[in-house]
Each structure stands twice: as structure tokens, then as C-alpha cells.
């Protein structure tokens, strides 16, 4: 069982930078791969990011190369997301997310937290 807590989210300017963190809850944290998604209002929760368990190997959707950036410390059982060059469109509610296999899917994500709001105005 994992819970995850998302924070740093809030109102920023187009161009500007956020830095989300998630915060897990027990001792395997680990063991599981951990991905970002992202929901806006009437659109599907789509993927962002995964980052492997060691941290070695990440992934993201085309939409966000470049700009957004996924790590995480075991030693903290924490992952982030560095958020730069922000856009209108990035505006969503974001999620991490916890799964066996590094998939971006969100359906193959076992745990979720509660979501963080990010609003990028114009």
C-alpha cells in the first residue's frame, strides 16, 4: 500500500517555472515506477512523465520535452516535477501516480494521489 501526497502547485505566468513534488507513504516506495499526469476541465487524464525506480530512465509525452522535467529521491520517498516555460495550455490538475511497470497507461497505475492544481495565465 502507498499513499501519495502532491504539493507546489498554484497560479503562475505564462514562461514561468513550478517545481510539483509527491510524497509517498511507506517503506516500498522504491520498488515502484512513479508518473505525473495531468486532467483539464472536459478532457481525459492524459500522461506526462515516468521516471524508472533507480531514476535512471524516464519518459514523457511529446507535449512537455523539454520543459518538464521528472526525478525522484528514494532516500526522501519523493518525486518531482520541474516545471519551466510554462504554457496556457499546461494548465490542469496534476497527479502522481504509482505502478509495477512503466506504462502510460494511467489505468495501469495502481495508486494515485489527490492532485494539485496548476493554472498558467496568458
Known amino acids: 500500500q502507498v499513499q501519495l501526497v502532491e504539493s507546489g502547485g498554484g497560479l503562475v505566468q505564462a514562461g514561468g517555472s513550478l517545481r510539483l513534488s509527491c510524497q509517498a507513504s511507506g517503506r516500498t516506495f522504491s520498488s515502484y515506477v512513479m508518473g505525473w499526469f495531468r486532467q483539464a476541465p472536459g478532457k481525459d487524464r492524459e500522461f506526462v512523465a515516468h521516471?524508472?525506480?533507480?531514476?535512471?530512465?524516464?519518459s514523457y509525452a511529446d507535449s512537455v520535452k523539454g520543459r518538464l522535467t521528472i526525478s525522484r529521491d528514494n532516500a526522501k520517498n519523493t518525486v518531482y516535477l520541474q516545471m519551466n516555460s510554462l504554457k496556457p495550455e499546461d494548465t490542469a490538475v496534476y497527479y502522481c501516480a504509482a505502478s509495477v511497470g512503466s506504462y502510460s497507461s494511467p489505468e495501469l497505475y495502481n495508486y494515485w494521489g489527490q492532485g494539485t492544481q496548476v493554472t498558467v495565465s496568458s
Open positions: 521516471i524508472s525506480r533507480g531514476g535512471g530512465t524516464t
